[in-house]
Structures are given as structure tokens and as C-alpha cells.
């Protein structure tokens, strides 16, 4: 959570004096980042799912992505569903990484909310499709108030099982899909961090100085005519 400007779950600012911040350090691990994810909760229901490291097509993740897409709903439903904050935050984000034996594992968990990248989707569109999740659920809790708490009948008085869409499971699937990294257009060269900064401490020329001499005339005296048609 960003420690400068903080947000409870309505989106009011919370008075930064009252907040106990803690530490908290991670183990180094060296993990593939396709097999990075993040996730989305609403309501206490996963929303939908994202290639973490978007940056970059695997192929394998088009292949096996409905694979993947079940393992993190178990893991979900055992382990974090109604757990984390002990319940009282419904809407939050979480990242979780599957390892080579297909077990899954809790990375991070990040706020509801344009503070937290949006990956594959935008957050215009996570609000869309929360509002159909709401649309879903109170369909079933209708069907519940009827006792038929497993499904709807169909003509044969048998029950069908709900299936829903959610989570909406998305990755790049092409080369084409590859999205730039929003940070990307913040980074620069090292040697220019420095002139601007001289963060270095050697005696470097100022930047001033620099792009001063960046706009002087080429020494490099131009060909003329003659030479030019001599060449």
C-alpha cells in the first residue's frame, strides 16, 4: 500500500497519523515470470485473473491457462476467501505464483483501485464486470430463496449446476498482445541520472553545461560541393 497516500476500502483518505506501519521482508526467490498472476476480489468472489509479467507472450500460458485458472480458484477458496483482514476487506487485489510441482503461493496483496496496476484490464473494465457478478449473484440468491440452493431444474426435474464466468481469465496470447511496461517511460540512462542529479560525487559538468554543449555546431566540418560530387 503506498505509504504516502493512503486509502481505506470506500476510497476516503485515512489521517496517516493513526496508521502503525510495519516492515515487512520477503525471501529473495527466483521465480519465472510467466508464471506470475494476479488476481482480482469483489464482494469476496474472484473477479478475474491476469498475467502478471505482461511484457512478454508464453506460449505455454495459452495452452494451460484454464489449467492454471483452477488451481488459483482452489487456492482462493482454501486459503484466502473471507480470511484476509479477517474478512472485513471484501474488495482487494492479490498476486500468487505457481511453482513446477502446480502448488500455488501467496506473493502479495494489493488495494482495490487505480493504486494497484490494472495489467490486462482496466479498471473501467473491472468495474463492469463487477456489476455483472452482482447481476450473478443475486440471480442465485433467488434461486436459494426457491431451495434450490445446487442449481435449476430443467425438464426432466433434474438439477443443473450454475456455471458462471467468473473469474475472467486473460493472458497475451500473441506477440501482438504484448503491452508496454507504464514505468518504462520514467527510466533512463544511468549517466544522465547522474549529470542531473550528481548523485555520482565526481566532478562532473552540471547538466546546464552539458546540454550547453549538446547544441553547439558538429566540429565535424561538412563536405563540400566538390567533394561531395567527387565521391
Same mark, same amino acid.
Request: charged share 30%.
Given at each position: 500500500?503506498?505509504?504516502?497516500?493512503?486509502?481505506?476500502?470506500?476510497?476516503?483518505?485515512?489521517?496517516?497519523?493513526?496508521?502503525?506501519?510495519?516492515?515487512?521482508?520477503?525471501?529473495?526467490?527466483?521465480?519465472?515470470?510467466?508464471?506470475?498472476?494476479?488476481?482480482?476480489?469483489?464482494?469476496?468472489?474472484?473477479?478475474?485473473?491476469?498475467?502478471?509479467?505482461?511484457?512478454?507472450?508464453?506460449?505455454?500460458?495459452?495452452?494451460?491457462?484454464?489449467?492454471?485458472?483452477?488451481?488459483?480458484?482452489?487456492?482462493?477458496?482454501?486459503?484466502?476467501?473471507?480470511?484476509?483482514?479477517?474478512?472485513?476487506?471484501?474488495?482487494?487485489?492479490?498476486?500468487?505464483?505457481?511453482?513446477?510441482?502446480?502448488?500455488?503461493?501467496?506473493?502479495?496483496?494489493?488495494?482495490?483501485?487505480?493504486? %494497484?496496476?490494472?495489467?490486462?484490464?482496466?479498471?473501467?473494465?473491472?468495474?463492469?464486470? #463487477?456489476?455483472?457478478?452482482?447481476? +450473478? $449473484? &443475486? /440471480?442465485?440468491?433467488?434461486?436459494?430463496?426457491?431451495?434450490?440452493?445446487?442449481?435449476?431444474?430443467?425438464?426432466?426435474?433434474?438439477?443443473?449446476?450454475?456455471?458462471?464466468?467468473?473469474?475472467?481469465?486473460?493472458?497475451?496470447? %500473441?506477440?501482438?498482445?504484448?503491452?508496454?511496461?507504464?514505468?518504462?517511460?520514467?527510466? #533512463?540512462?544511468?549517466?544522465?541520472? +547522474? $549529470? &542531473? /542529479?550528481?548523485?555520482?560525487?565526481?566532478?562532473?559538468?552540471?547538466?546546464?553545461?552539458?546540454?550547453?554543449?549538446?547544441?553547439?555546431?558538429?566540429?565535424?566540418?561538412?563536405?563540400?560541393?566538390?567533394?561531395?560530387?567527387?565521391?
Amino acid at each position: 500500500m503506498d505509504a504516502v497516500s493512503l486509502f481505506d476500502n470506500d476510497g476516503k483518505v485515512i489521517n496517516a497519523e493513526k496508521v502503525k506501519y510495519e516492515l515487512v521482508l520477503r525471501k529473495w526467490c527466483n521465480l519465472h515470470p510467466s508464471m506470475e498472476f494476479r488476481c482480482f476480489v469483489f464482494h469476496d468472489e474472484l473477479l478475474a485473473i491476469s498475467q502478471r509479467q505482461h511484457t512478454q507472450h508464453f506460449p505455454h500460458l495459452t495452452t494451460e491457462g484454464m489449467m492454471y485458472r483452477s488451481y488459483i480458484i482452489d487456492f482462493f477458496d482454501s486459503a484466502i476467501k473471507r480470511r484476509f483482514a479477517g474478512g472485513e476487506i471484501p474488495n482487494y487485489c492479490f498476486d500468487v505464483y505457481i511453482d513446477k510441482k502446480d502448488r500455488v503461493w501467496l506473493l502479495d496483496f494489493n488495494v482495490w483501485g487505480k493504486q %494497484t496496476d490494472s495489467l490486462l484490464y482496466d479498471w473501467h473494465e473491472l468495474g463492469r464486470f #463487477a456489476k455483472n457478478l452482482d447481476e +450473478e $449473484l &443475486a /440471480s442465485q440468491l433467488e434461486i436459494d430463496a426457491l431451495d434450490l440452493k445446487h442449481g435449476i431444474e430443467d425438464e426432466n426435474d433434474n438439477f443443473v449446476a450454475i456455471q458462471s464466468d467468473f473469474p475472467e481469465f486473460r493472458v497475451v496470447e %500473441t506477440e501482438n498482445e504484448i503491452r508496454q511496461d507504464p514505468l518504462a517511460s520514467y527510466r #533512463a540512462p544511468i549517466d544522465t541520472i +547522474e $549529470l &542531473a /542529479s550528481n548523485a555520482s560525487g565526481k566532478e562532473t559538468p552540471s547538466f546546464e553545461a552539458f546540454m550547453a554543449m549538446c547544441e553547439k555546431p558538429s566540429e565535424i566540418p561538412e563536405e563540400d560541393e566538390d567533394d561531395q560530387g567527387s565521391s
